[in-house]
């Protein structure tokens, strides 16, 4: 069996696989196993059950977007499929009584990082999240990481290399002018190529 992950866009992996062939009976059902990388154990995240003669060799991990929100510095995950064999004509079984069973490679996939940025703010506000400007990062295991704000006239008034250091509103120390502000950010998850946003955000006093 050949196993291969890609991480979606709605923060789900989905894993296809090729079906396994060689035994005598005839695959009962596929098992899907995930670990952290890092982290040697693996557990048990489904199956699918073939039924009247199917072979389903796909699945997708929906639990995927709540690990990733619970813990956006774990990086990968990494995941192996187990066949079991059922209805083998000999009644051939392993040496422990069990069923035959065969495992693919292992694969893994790295959900890609994703930024979120408010259309406007206020340092005033007496919402702490409120009072300064920057980006929510989905995952936070980013490289080359930029990010700086131009006033209308293109005047740079922020600049930081930092993903968790946010604007406060000031240019030079003193107070920037309430108004449409432009921000510029570029980021990358490791081994990708950078990924470049912009767009303008609203400064209000």
């Given at each position: 069996?050949?196993?291969?992950?890609?991480?979606?866009?709605?923060?789900?992996?989905?894993?296809?696989?090729?079906?396994?062939?060689?035994?005598?009976?005839?695959?009962?059902?596929?098992?899907?196993?995930?670990?952290?990388?890092?982290?040697?154990?693996?557990?048990?995240?489904?199956?699918?059950?073939?039924?009247?003669?199917?072979d389903?060799?796909?699945?997708?991990?929906?639990?995927?977007?709540?690990?990733?929100?619970?813990?956006?510095?774990?990086?990968?995950?990494?995941y192996?499929?187990?066949?079991?064999?059922?209805?083998?004509?000999?009644?051939?079984?392993?040496?422990?009584?069990?069923?035959?069973?065969?495992?693919s490679?292992?694969?893994?996939?790295?959900?890609?990082?994703?930024v979120?940025?408010?259309?406007?703010?206020?340092?005033?506000?007496?919402?702490?999240?409120?009072?300064?400007?920057?980006?929510?990062?989905?995952?936070?295991?980013?490289?080359?990481?930029?990010?700086?704000?131009?006033?209308?006239?293109?005047?740079?008034?922020?600049?930081?290399?930092?993903?968790?250091?946010?604007?406060?509103?000031?240019?030079?120390?003193?107070?920037?002018?309430?108004?449409?502000?432009?921000?510029?950010?570029?980021?990358?998850?490791?081994?990708?190529?950078?990924?470049?946003?912009?767009g303008?955000?609203?400064?209000?006093?």
């Amino acid at each position: 069996m050949r196993l291969n992950v890609k991480g979606e866009p709605d923060l789900t992996n989905r894993l296809t696989w090729t079906s396994y062939q060689g035994w005598g009976g005839y695959v009962e059902k596929y098992e899907i196993y995930r670990r952290v990388e890092g982290d040697f154990n693996y557990v048990k995240v489904g199956e699918n059950v073939n039924v009247n003669g199917g072979d389903d060799t796909t699945y997708t991990d929906y639990e995927i977007a709540d690990l990733v929100a619970a813990d956006p510095d774990a990086g990968a995950y990494c995941y192996y499929v187990k066949a079991i064999e059922g209805g083998n004509p000999q009644g051939i079984i392993d040496n422990f009584g069990n069923p035959m069973n065969a495992f693919s490679n292992e694969a893994c996939s790295q959900q890609e990082a994703r930024v979120f940025l408010a259309t406007a703010f206020r340092p005033g506000s007496g919402v702490d999240e409120n009072t300064t400007f920057g980006p929510s990062m989905r995952l936070n295991d980013i490289e080359n990481y930029q990010f700086y704000i131009m006033n209308r006239w293109g005047t740079k008034v922020f600049e930081t290399n930092d993903p968790q250091v946010r604007w406060d509103g000031t240019d030079a120390g003193n107070a920037a002018p309430q108004g449409v502000y432009i921000y510029f950010i570029k980021y990358a998850t490791p081994g990708d190529a950078p990924t470049e946003e912009r767009g303008n955000f609203t400064l209000i006093r």
